[in-house]
């Protein structure tokens, strides 16, 4: 099992960037991808960006894209989302987690095993 630890969450004026943090323990990080995803009150999980284990390929939500950039550092075990000129409609609570499945289905909750506790983004207009 990996466990995850997002940070970064936090307030922020529309037009702002934060950037999040997940540092993964417990299996070797390079073996895996992560994925972000997000929660808004009163709607259900959401994908946001994707990278394959070995960080040579990534994945982003049509709502996010050209703003948000993801990585990874596979000598810290940490995966970023940095994320920039952002909206109130992004405001939601921000997760990683752990893809054992080969990116197969990069966009769906199922794919993933492991989960972060996630992290509140709110962006006020």
Known sequence: ??????SGGGLVQA?????????AS????????MGWFRQAPGKE???????????RTTYYADSV??????????????????MSSLKPE??????????F?????YWSTYEYRDWGQGTQVTVSS
């Open 15 to 23: 037009g702002g960037s934060l950037r999040l943090s997940c540092v």
């Open 101 to 105: 499945g080969g990116s197969a289905y």
């Open 45 to 55: 999980r959401e994908f946001v960006s994707h990278i394959t284990a070995s960080g």
């Open 65 to 82: 894209k050209g703003r948000f950039t993801i990585a990874r550092d596979n000598a810290k075990d940490t995966v970023n989302l940095q």
């Open 1 to 6: 099992q990996v466990q995850l630890v997002e």
């Open 26 to 33: 417990g299996r070797t990080f390079s073996n895996y991808a």
């Open 90 to 99: 992004d405001t939601a609570v921000y997760y990683c987690a752990a893809d």
